[in-house]
């Protein structure tokens, strides 16, 4: 099969144009952060489809199933009870591309090569419009063309698109990875469009038509409390609204989502007077509202949150308005009273290390993929952080030593892919600072060198570890066992890509890690299977085991696990 194979339907528009990713904005997850399995392998033509397979030149994402939120570095959402479930779909992670040229989207193909089925919702940027959604799989329909004729499962994915009647040049697909069974992987998208104005003309008559037809309606929340408003504002044998007395009133507007809130403040003054009661806002989760937040919104929801606690803004300001001095504002409003917040690919390109000095009270601060120099962070600040995770953050050595330094109560700490190759003593410091850690996530850091886990061993709490690709030279020969013996507790350890893991390095975690439940040797070749089974003997919480591409372990023992372990998900392929 050819790989520039048509899409499905192919609609014919003149001066219709076929497109390839031209760049990539935002990844929210990604297996890399290198060329190998990142998201830049998006750009251009597919480059293996239709053959299936974990291409190292493809786009993989790391996470998958039920797993993220069984970890004990997991830390549940806040303030989503305000937020109605179809405002929330089951969404995991997103990334963003661009084209050259923007055009009417007429049709949009994934070329998907490995565990197909992510993509749940894709929106598409416009000029002066904002975020317009193409297509949701909760309701809309799609198609798919095998990758060939044969049984293989690598598939171009067709969404049948929602009618735009704007021109775009910038997509987001948002995906879940609850679902899924294993690692997922992508090899590329088309854009099909139209270029010329007269495809628009009729795209508004069709969407005009389309809304007519099946308006959106509002949240259930907030026509439910407007009704109950209407009825107390219009009713003579009800009291009046403004007689309603102003707990009750806050009570029903307390339901509302934070939207929903800015509409009401205009019914009356009655409203806006409770709309603006700051207890409303002690806990603001934006992200599921990522395409509505802009610089108004921000301006609007700091005029109202005096004394808010936690804040969430993860997915927000990517493409739309929304920039460094907006946010600077806010903190310098609002910092001193944050204690947890999220700013995780908001897409400011601009450094944010002004968060860690106007925010001293917080005990979770979340920054993937944020950029942190040194310039203007001041030691003395931010020293109650029990969760910081920097994740496919840039960080300056200096700022990442100095957090580590004055926070020695730190809990949960990720610094995944967070490229640290040239601080070697990034162990060290946690070793000395940070004992109290609960979490640690290295993975693909290379910040480990020979003796790298020797201060591990004083972070006696562990309970979860995440070493995968994270030393640049194998490690002491014995250091890895000793570290297992020095954490009883721990019950995720992620191995995969660890160079020099040996036999008597899992006999050692057989014997001194009996509630791990979750154990990831992904590319130990030195392994075998005897080893192995001292796992199954001595972990007897044990839930999953990745072994792909153990190339050491034979195809019975795989099929003995299965067989007499049946609790346990054992991940093999060659």
């Not at 709490?461 to 020095?486: F, I, P, R, V």
Request: net charge negative; aromatic share 8%; proline share 5%.
């Amino acid at each position: 099969m050819s790989r520039e194979r048509p899409l499905l339907t192919p609609v014919c528009y003149v001066g219709e144009r076929k497109q390839f990713v031209e760049s990539i904005l935002m990844a929210s997850n990604e297996y890399g952060p290198n060329l190998s399995y990142s998201s830049i392998n998006l750009i251009g033509r597919p480059s293996n489809f239709p053959i299936y397979g974990d291409h190292t030149d493809s786009y993989l994402l790391s996470s998958y199933g039920k797993w993220p939120r069984l970890a004990p570095s997991y830390r549940p959402e806040f303030g989503l009870a305000r937020i109605a479930p179809c405002d929330n779909p089951p969404v995991d992670e997103f990334f963003v591309v661009s084209f050259e040229q923007a055009v009417y989207p007429a049709e949009i193909g994934v070329y998907e090569t490995l565990h197909p089925g992510t993509i749940r919702r894709i929106s598409c940027y416009v000029l002066k419009v904002g975020w317009v959604c193409l297509w949701d799989g909760r309701s809309d329909k799609w198609e798919y063309v095998a990758g060939d004729r044969s049984a293989s499962p690598a598939r171009l994915f067709v969404p049948t698109l929602r009618t735009v009647p704007h021109r775009t040049r910038v997509l987001r697909f948002e995906l879940n990875m609850r679902d899924q069974r294993y690692i997922s992987g992508l090899d590329g998208i088309i854009l099909v469009g139209g270029v010329h104005d007269f495809h628009e003309a009729r795209a508004k008559v069709q969407a005009v038509a389309s809304a007519a037809a099946s308006p959106t309606p509002p949240p259930v929340e907030a026509t439910a409390a407007l009704e109950l408003i209407g009825k107390a504002a219009g009713d003579t044998n009800q009291p009046n609204l403004t007689d309603m007395p102003y707990e009750v009133l806050y009570h029903i507007l307390s339901h509302l989502d934070w939207f929903a809130l800015a509409d009401v403040e205009k019914v009356c003054v009655r409203c806006a007077e409770v709309v603006a009661d700051a207890r409303l806002y002690r806990e603001v989760n934006l992200r599921p509202y990522w395409d509505r937040v802009d610089s108004h919104f921000l301006l609007w929801l700091s005029n109202r949150c005096t004394g808010i606690k936690k804040l969430d803004l993860s997915g927000c300001g990517i493409v739309n308005e929304f920039n460094i001095i907006d946010l600077q504002m806010f903190f310098n409003r609002h910092g001193r009273t944050l204690t947890h917040l999220r700013l995780n690919c908001i897409g400011v390109q601009h450094a944010m290390s002004f968060v860690l000095l106007l925010c001293p009270e917080l005990t979770e601060l979340c920054m993937q993929n944020a950029l942190l120099d040194n310039q203007r962070y001041q030691p003395s600040v931010c020293k109650r952080l029990t969760v910081l995770d920097l994740s496919r953050a840039q960080c300056a050595s200096e700022t990442l030593l100095a957090l580590l330094q004055q926070n020695p109560h730190l809990q949960h700490l990720s610094l995944a892919s967070c490229d640290q190759s040239s601080l070697s003593d990034i162990t060290h410091t946690i070793g000395e600072h940070n004992r109290a850690l609960l979490s640690l996530k290295l993975w693909k850091t290379h910040a480990l060198g020979a003796h790298g886990l020797v201060p591990l061993q004083h972070c006696t709490k562990l309970q979860e570890l995440d070493l995968g690709y994270s030393n640049h030279e194998e490690c002491a020969e014995g250091t890895l066992a000793q570290l297992a013996a020095a954490c009883p507790a721990l019950r995720w350890l992620v191995l995969g890509g660890f160079r020099g893991i040996t036999n008597n390095d899992l006999l050692a975690i057989a014997r001194h890690c009996p509630r791990l439940q979750y154990l990831d040797l992904m590319c130990s070749v030195m392994l075998s299977g005897e080893a192995i089974n001292a796992i199954f003997i001595g972990c007897p919480e044990l839930r999953l085991l990745e072994l792909s591409y153990c190339n050491g372990i034979e195809q019975e023992w795989i099929n003995m696990w299965r067989r007499d372990f049946p609790h346990v998900d054992v991940k093999h392929q060659h």
